[in-house]
């Protein structure tokens, strides 16, 4: 089994920055891929980055050159550097483990931008 622990939500003004964290432990044989979702409030969930085992990222449009995804794979732990904050960037951002056809997630942690 493998768990995910989210942290570094909160409150932020527009135009402002958070660094959101999630560590992965259990059964994690080889380096998996990681990213993030978020979904807001009536919304689906969507994807906001991942990275990928090799290191290579990938962004939602509404994203790119505000978000940076990296990782540490000694500590299993992916990040999400988010700066420029936007009031429509205020969702519950869920980290997710692939491995093979098998995706994890974390429990999520609460972004909310105010203008």
């Known amino acids: 089994q493998v768990q995910l622990v989210e942290s570094g939500g909160g409150l932020v003004q527009a135009g402002g920055s958070l660094r959101l964290s999630c560590a992965a432990s259990g059964s994690i044989f080889s380096i998996p891929a990681m990213g993030w979702y978020c979904q807001a409030p009536g919304k689906q969930r969507e994807l906001v980055a991942t990275i990928t085992s090799g290191g290579s990222t990938n962004y939602a449009d509404s994203v790119k050159g505000r978000f940076t995804i990296s990782r540490d794979n000694a500590k299993n732990t992916v990040y999400l550097q988010m700066n420029s904050l936007k009031p429509e960037d205020t969702a519950v951002y869920y980290c997710?483990?692939?491995?093979?056809?098998?995706?994890?997630w974390g429990q999520g942690t609460q972004v909310t931008v105010s203008s």
């Open positions: 997710y483990l692939a491995v093979g056809v098998r995706w994890y």
